[in-house]
């Protein structure tokens, strides 16, 4: 069955830089859409960013110019590279599959892992 595990949460200053990863298994990795959504206590959970089969990324408003994803074919990972971290940052974020041409597609999540942006 599909599998993604994250990798690279954790206790970062603001300011500071962190690196999520998440492995796929399962699945023709190339054919899908990737992406990187997140949950804060009491809000919905949004999009941070997402990947085309082609390269093409979207990012949330929140984070454009402070992050960036990336996949790797080889490794089957995607990754999110965040840096100048703020407090709001603070979050569960989840690693998605989508469909094979939006993220939106009922696909398969992660289990999640927390990122805490704090002095």
């Known amino acids: 069955q599909v599998q993604l595990v994250e990798s690279g949460g954790g206790l970062a200053q603001p300011g500071g830089s962190l690196r999520l990863s998440c492995t796929v298994s399962?699945?023709?990795?190339?054919?899908?859409?990737m992406g990187w959504f997140r949950q804060a206590p009491g809000e919905q959970r949004e999009l941070v960013a997402s990947?085309?089969?082609?390269?093409?990324?979207v990012y949330g408003d929140a984070v454009k110019g402070r992050f960036t994803i990336s996949r790797d074919y080889v490794k089957n990972t995607v990754y999110l590279q965040m840096n100048s971290l703020k407090p709001e940052d603070t979050a569960v974020y989840y690693c998605?599959?989508?469909?094979?041409?939006?993220?939106?597609?009922?696909?398969?999540w992660g289990q999640g892992t927390q990122v805490t942006v704090s002095s």
């Open positions: 399962g699945t023709i990795f190339s054919d899908y859409v």
């Open positions: 990947i085309s089969t082609t390269g093409n990324t």
């Open positions: 998605k599959r989508g469909g094979r041409v939006s993220i939106y597609i009922d696909g398969t």
